[in-house]
């Protein structure tokens, strides 16, 4: 039995389409926004309330959950979704951008990455296999493969030697999915290259050759800036099947999410919504609000009137007395509202590529947010 | 026209009593317990959820309020109903409790009391009348009078000497609230004296004369210790009106509160099930559990099979990960559960008293939190 997950492409519009993936634990609707939920929790929110707002699938995070509570662990209570409250699809990464980013005393060679634990400082091996091990225990219904994310700068030379060791991991990574997955789930490979386009076309052909259900891009939004990052995906999207989903890593604002849609990309993750929300700000359908900001202090308008969250709902002068005095609930609203911002942005920009008016969509929000007072923009 | 709330007691069995209280913003079952909001929010939950744990009302804290965001503020955005998003009954202290523990640079004399606020340094005035005036601003369905909390411990001259003080404050606030409450709400004498049974003798007889909705017990549980509490508290209760509730402040434990119930006191208020959710204990109905020990690691077992709350579904397991890893979920879970365990107590007390077998039910929950586990009670 091969294990797949399935893609429907619905509509198209440019480059932008919309569809839905089927996974074992139930439908995506694309183009997608999943919250983060790395410990397996999307910060501050009851994991009906991630629901609620409208979110198909989530992403947590292969390397913290290995380390806490452990993978073992976790698939002897059944797995992440009974563990998190969860019964939606869950895409896991892999680990290694975390192992990159967060891990002290790293050891990298062809076999993998062996680092040390940032929570108690024992010895962690991760290689393709087990990083598909672990993902598997989780019960994660669109795993990814190991990879290196590409730091960046890179030299070209740089970029190149990563992305081939990132290949022969991706090889052993579908082997050790073959062996282990379960009926329906899927495996991503990564495009990486860095900021050059014949490197990215050459990653993304050889991933192809070996065959993904789906395709990220992997090692953007690093510090290249927005037009080099929109470059690659350009680049990257016009290469990768038509017929396989699309998932551009750890992107990004609603304007990043709307260009990106415009050339090809279907998925998204990103911690923006629930750390935004923990540091005041909001994103609603009239920009972006800082609500520390004392202009907010009198103000009886709800947070965002047209959002049909019902955090959204609190009107600023609250929301602001909440933040000014470093109460959770704070937090808590926030992040609800900012999560079902950016869920309503995918479900409009889903109609919109349905009806055919994707361009004008994305430009209006582009306008609202231009508009949104830019003081409130920090 | 007069404002005044009304009680009704339905049923006692022994000096327990269950009853209701009918306020302008609805009625409220005895006994009662109130979650504390001190800043406008029940820290860590949703206004929504704390109904539906069962909440009838909940205590604001004046203090806390008039200094952030101000009484003024609140009043002209519609009152603290329409602010925190809680429609029912809230019950406001005076402030006076608070301006002793909290506040820096205190100067006490007969007209009140100035201090510092400890926010912005400001020097802040509250007396009697501006107690009674920022209730109404906020308007508190149940307002207190601003009395001096004698600290703990305290001669039999101090004593005395504050609860004159005291009772001179609460003819001024009963007064200024004459002025100025609407009808329905009612206000609240409180009985001081230390842990002089005379005195508590003599100050609840004063209050009785001046006249008052229903009558507090204060300065207690400052350290006196449990049995000299249960003493002042059968002594005090047994002199008050019977028509008029009872409420005893800042009480307790689960035990305490049935001790006390035991003596004839309806109404309670306490931080204890929302600051020790935000501290990893639950208290559910086979004892006090601490979800960070290591016990829990594994556990499939729901927080409490036998609570109805949402939040007490999840399992130790996945609370011990959420605490251990310092997650808001955890304290989120835990403050909801604990709030609907202290809802779920007074519910059963209340069912128990009514049906006569009020001191068998406290009995049986006695023997199940000393049969907990020790070490988790910590």
Redesign the interface.
Known sequence: MTPSLTFNVLAQDGSARTGSITTPCGVVRTPAFMPVGT???V????PEDVAAAGADILLANTYHLML??GAE?IA???GLHR???WEKPILTDSGGYQVMSLAKLRRLDERGVTFQSHIDGSSVMLSPERAIEVQCLLGADIQMVLDECTPYPATREEAKSSLDLSLRWAERSKTAFFARAKPGQGLFGIVQGSVYADLRELSARALMDIGFDGYAIGGLAVGEGQAAMLEMVEVTAAILPPECPRYLMGVGTPEDLLLSIARGIDMFDCVMPTRSGRHCQAFTWTGKLNLRNARY??D?TPLDPESACPAAQ??R??L???V??G???G???LSYANVQFYQELMARARDAIAQGCFASFAEDVRRRYAAANPNDDD
């Open positions: 410990g397996a929790t910060k501050a929110m009851f806490r509570p662990r002897k209570l059944g563990f998190m409250h202090a009198d009886p609190y009107e002068a609250y602001h007395h909440l000014k005095s109460e959770a609930l937090s808590m609203l």
